[in-house]
């Protein structure tokens, strides 16, 4: 039930592409992984009351993580529509069979009580850059565990470092050493993961119809200059990333008004590979991704492709540049580039040395 440094723990929205895209990784590559799952924000357009909203991510959520050993599950973006609906994901999630850990942390009010009654599988304690800031950490997480009786043992700890999308990556592993060296009783907790996301927070920076490569700078940071130094730290704490979104989301785009660019985000080793077409009100997705597709398979950026053999998600794209039908929406992308994105970071820790 427990995880390990040499494991990955991507946070992932919980939404249809995700959610199929864990479907499609296989078993031994779902055994190094934990998925962290955020109940993504209402829209109140789309779904009026708390109910209908968690009908949709409640589909098939089942399905995607009953062969995960277990993930955590996180309400913080519901924070809004207060604790009634942070005891509803979680009762939910108990009731159709989900083997979860609550995540909450030291500032929260509205999932806190709901969370400390579904700790049958621990705790997750998530703690963020601002709390970081306050000058007041160790404080504060004594004073939590205190409050609450919470022993060490049953406590997954969460560094979460935030969007680092702006920083160079000096200054990311600068904010990931000051962080955890206030982080107390390190070898104490029963996980102890460090999280940040330095994918864009849109695709505004690559222009129309061409690429632009994307230092994943947590990634480099983590392998480089954390596990690099591994045997003079306290504790290696296991790896976790957005995977190929920002935190921020999307449930504030609005098609009507707002136009969107089709694109493929391919992960590549040490950097994110961001091909864009151009306007689907200009010219449907449909056609535009085969076209980027085939550049990615067989064009000028070919050697960039890992090749259809690689997971679920390549030979998909493969396919959707040989002209397979159903391949051409942002949804369907999505899940495919979240399927190659969680198998080339667990054979990144897998390609580094251990212990």
């Known amino acids: 039930m427990t995880f390990g440094s040499d494991d990955y723990v991507p946070v992932l929205k919980v939404k249809r592409g995700e959610k199929n895209a864990l479907q499609h990784v296989p078993a031994p590559v779902r055994y190094r992984i934990t998925p962290l799952l955020e109940i993504v924000e209402r829209n109140p357009e789309k779904a009026p009351t708390v109910n209908r909203h968690l009908i949709t991510a ?23 529509d207060g604790p009634a609906a942070a005891a509803a994901v979680f009762d939910r999630a108990a009731q159709t069979g989900i083997v979860f850990t609550p995540v909450t942390g030291l500032s929260r009010t509205a999932d806190v009580a709901s969370a400390f009654r579904h700790r049958s599988n621990g705790i997750a304690v998530r703690l963020t850059r601002m709390e970081f800031e306050g000058g007041s950490l160790t404080r504060d997480i004594l004073a939590f565990m205190s409050r609450h009786s919470l022993a060490h043992a049953e406590v997954d700890l969460i ?7 702006t920083l160079v ?15 107390p009783d390190q070898t104490r907790w029963r996980t102890l993961t460090l999280s940040a996301c330095a994918f864009p927070a849109s695709m505004g920076g690559v222009e129309r119809n061409f690429q632009s490569y994307v230092e994943r700078s947590e990634w480099n940071v983590w392998r480089e200059v954390i596990h690099a130094n591994r045997q003079s ?8 990333d ?14 009507r008004t707002m136009q969107v660019s089709a694109a493929i985000r391919y992960t590549l080793q040490q950097c994110w590979l961001l091909i864009k077409g ?6 449907l997705p449909s056609r535009q991704f085969r076209s980027l597709a085939t550049k990615l398979v067989y064009g000028d950026l070919s050697g960039d492709f890992a090749g259809s053999s690689h997971c679920a998600g390549c030979a998909e794209m493969k396919a959707a540049a040989d002209g397979a039908p159903k391949l051409g929406s942002a ?24 212990p």
């Open 242 to 255: 957005c995977c190929i979104q920002h935190p921020s989301g999307v449930e504030g785009f609005d098609p």
């Open 159 to 165: 560094v979460d470092l935030g969007p680092v999308d």
């Open 331 to 354: 949804e369907v992308w999505r899940r495919l580039g979240t399927i190659h994105h969680l198998i080339t970071v667990v054979e990144g820790l897998s390609a580094l040395p251990w």
């Open 278 to 283: 151009q306007s689907t009100r200009i010219i």
């Open 169 to 183: 990556q000096y200054g990311v592993a600068a904010l990931a050493a000051a962080f955890l060296a206030d982080v």
């Open 233 to 240: 730290l306290e504790r290696l704490p296991t790896y976790s």
């Open 58 to 80: 409640f589909k098939d959520l089942n399905s995607a993580t009953r062969h995960y050993r277990r993930c955590l599950l996180d309400v913080r973006e519901i924070e809004s």
